[in-house]
């Protein structure tokens, strides 16, 4: 979804689920997400969305040069 529709947009349907399953969620349960590595404000960006374009610049360099490894702008 995110190569398609972008993050912000895969960020909105994780806030739209999140609140499904804390409907659902039973005493005990836990839900969590894992993922999600860059971090604001240490890196020099203008803004929040300068920062994830910048994540995701690195994601699709890294995918070009072949999975399971880190790139870093």
């Not at 839900?31 to 994540?55: C, I, K, M, N, Q």
Request: hydrophobic share 40%; glycine share 8%.
């Amino acid at each position: 979804m995110n190569d398609t529709y972008g993050h912000p947009t895969g960020n909105k349907v994780l806030v739209h689920v999140s609140k499904i399953l804390r409907e659902a969620l039973r005493e005990g349960d836990v839900a969590l997400r894992y993922g999600g590595e860059a971090a604001w404000p240490d890196f020099d960006t203008a803004s929040a969305d300068a920062l994830v374009r910048r994540a995701d610049e690195s994601l699709y360099k890294a995918k070009e040069e072949g999975r399971n490894r880190i790139v870093a702008l």
